[in-house]
């Protein structure tokens, strides 16, 4: 294993898309993820890499799909207002098919909202968030060096699925430093991508084309029922085949009579209210979707038949929670706590509301 | 039994160098081998206003890595007190800068420790260093890093070619650790 470095979250993921060949970057600053491109304005043109601060958010992310449907690895970051601002972009890369990693560290909403830690972007992540019938992968990491490891991963599911890749992150996760081992450098070749504008191999009268415009109904349907099919398949890797395991944390789950339920920065915290639970005598466990679209549902089917009862915290008035309603369907209580404006709920108030749930009196 | 892990809350003005004393714990932290965090409460003040930030230092995993019950608080002004000593972990310790808080009586029920931090950095060469002290005064009361590995730690956490820099640093260092030294 590499030796662990001290740094930022906003700057692991700036290093660790430089190592999985990323070489380039569009982007326009807000914080609290502005350590990002600053950390890449200085890293890529060290590695012959091109680093655009963009005129604007809808700039940036139509750069991103240019230089994707080149073939290149290419990514975009921003927090909440700015993500809003590049749907239509991502919406049209969606529809192209075009692989790239997309950035998002949540802050305080709606509108202009504050600069403080959020998760109340998951609806916009996980449910397409601009126009028309489409998914992007959704990855939550949840420390530093998840950071790392999942752009590196995002990168690669992006290529696999040619899909774009949200990694959904939050303030505190953007800002906090811990140590990391940084993943070993890749050379990636633009050349492996066939269906690439810049694909040097094809005949000389050969053209790619990477479009999301169908002006013909029939043409529409039938690529809108090809991404669906996609869609599928990606679902079923992440919930029975070979990304399953990666999809999703089970913790202290088997003999649980509540489960927590937490992705992000909110799972550390649930960690410690699952110690602290089990230190009082009381059989908490902790369920963490590590991928939010898509949703890891059979890990609650399954365990709804052995627990009594589900808390989902969130930082936000409650979104994901209709994700684990859904999965348990009705069979188990499904219970909300959340704390939203930037306000990270402590592990002494989770603890008070599974008191309520668990030792009504 | 030693403590297996630390919550530290450092909080005074911007400017006083409050993220670069959490970064010099958390340094040190990780290179004595154990797991660390460290989170600044970033807002948008720049000079002048409100700074803090929250360290863990563990023998494990460290599941939440935000600290609401700090064991120690280090206050480098009189705001920082107010708003943080109710948070303190009973038996705690508060290490302060007595330069700048003229305070005397604290809780009871915590260990106390006084640091004329801005006085001693002048001595050990900059006023800027006051927040290093601190980090020295800091080495006297942890249980999981000692004094030799903060000496070690600092050549990371001071740009290489900055050669009188790290000397005055290390000053300021050793003088916050004689001070809460002589004071315990």
């Not at chain 1, 304005?41 to 005129?55: D, H, I, M, S, T």
């Not at chain 1, 921003?78 to 049209?92: D, T």
């Not at chain 1, 927590?260 to 209210?273: E, P």
């Not at chain 2, 305070?103 to 640091?115: A, H, L, P, T, Y």
């Amino acid at each position: 294993m590499a030796e662990k470095v001290l740094m930022k979250g906003n700057e692991a993921i700036g290093e660790a898309a430089v190592r999985a060949g990323c070489r380039y970057y569009f982007g326009y600053p807000i914080t609290p993820q502005s350590e990002l491109p600053a950390y890449l304005a200085k890293r890529l043109p060290e590695v012959e890499g091109v680093f655009v601060q963009a005129e604007s958010e809808v700039a940036a992310i139509n750069m991103v799909y240019g230089a994707g449907s080149a073939g290149a690895r290419v990514m975009t970051s921003s927090s909440s207002p700015g993500v809003s601002l590049k749907q239509e972009g991502i919406s049209y890369i969606a529809g192209a098919e075009i692989p790239c990693l997309l950035v998002n560290v949540v802050r305080g909403g709606p509108g202009l909202g504050n600069i403080a830690p959020a998760q109340s972007d998951y609806w916009q992540a996980t449910r397409g968030g601009g126009h028309g019938d489409y998914r992007t992968l959704v990855l939550a990491p949840n420390s530093v060096q998840e950071m790392a490891d999942m752009t590196v991963a995002g990168f690669e599911f992006a290529d696999r699925f040619r899909n774009p890749v949200l990694l959904l992150s939050d303030g505190v996760l953007g800002q906090m430093m811990e140590p990391v081992s940084l993943p070993d450098p890749i050379d990636y070749d633009v050349d492996s991508k066939k269906w690439g504008l810049g694909y040097q191999g094809k005949d000389k009268n050969e053209r790619n084309l990477c479009t999301s415009i169908f002006l013909d109904v029939d043409e529409l349907e039938e690529h809108n029922w090809h991404l669906y099919q996609k869609y599928q398949v990606m679902t079923d890797l992440f919930s029975k085949g070979e990304y399953k395991d990666f999809a999703v944390e089970e913790h202290l789950c088997d003999d649980a009579e509540i489960i927590l339920v937490g992705y992000g920065i909110i799972s550390r915290i649930l960690k410690t209210v699952v110690e602290k639970c089990r230190k009082r005598g009381i059989k908490a466990g902790l369920i963490r979707p590590k991928v939010l679209w898509p949703f890891p549902s059979q890990v609650f089917e399954r365990l709804q038949q052995t627990t009594s009862n589900f808390l989902v915290v969130e930082m936000s008035c409650g979104q994901m929670v209709e994700d684990v309603k859904l999965a348990v369907n009705g069979k188990k209580p499904v219970y909300f706590f959340g704390r939203t404006g930037g306000t990270i709920p402590s592990d002494f108030e989770i603890l008070n509301e599974v008191d309520k749930i668990v030792r009504p009196d | 039994m030693g403590k297996e892990t630390e919550e530290i809350i450092m909080a005074g003005f911007g400017g006083q160098g409050i993220l670069f004393l959490g970064k010099v714990l958390a340094e040190t932290g990780m290179m004595t081998g154990q797991n660390v965090s460290w989170i600044p409460a970033y807002g948008p003040e720049m000079r002048g206003g409100t700074a803090n930030c929250s360290v863990v230092i563990s023998k494990h995993e460290i599941a939440s890595p935000i600290v609401t019950e700090p064991d120690t608080l280090i206050a480098m002004n009189i705001p920082s007190v107010a708003k943080f000593i109710d948070k303190i972990r009973k038996g705690g310790t508060l290490i302060y800068n007595s330069s700048l808080i003229d305070q005397k009586e604290f809780r009871s029920d915590i260990r106390v420790c006084g640091i004329p931090a801005n006085q001693l950095a002048a001595e050990a060469g900059s006023d800027k260093t006051a927040n290093v002290v601190m980090a020295g005064a800091y080495a006297r009361f942890s249980d999981m890093m000692n004094f030799d590995a903060f000496l070690k730690a600092f050549p990371n956490l001071v740009p290489g070619k900055k050669k009188d820099l790290l000397e005055i640093n290390l000053a300021a260092l050793k003088k916050g650790y004689d001070c809460a030294n002589s004071a315990h």
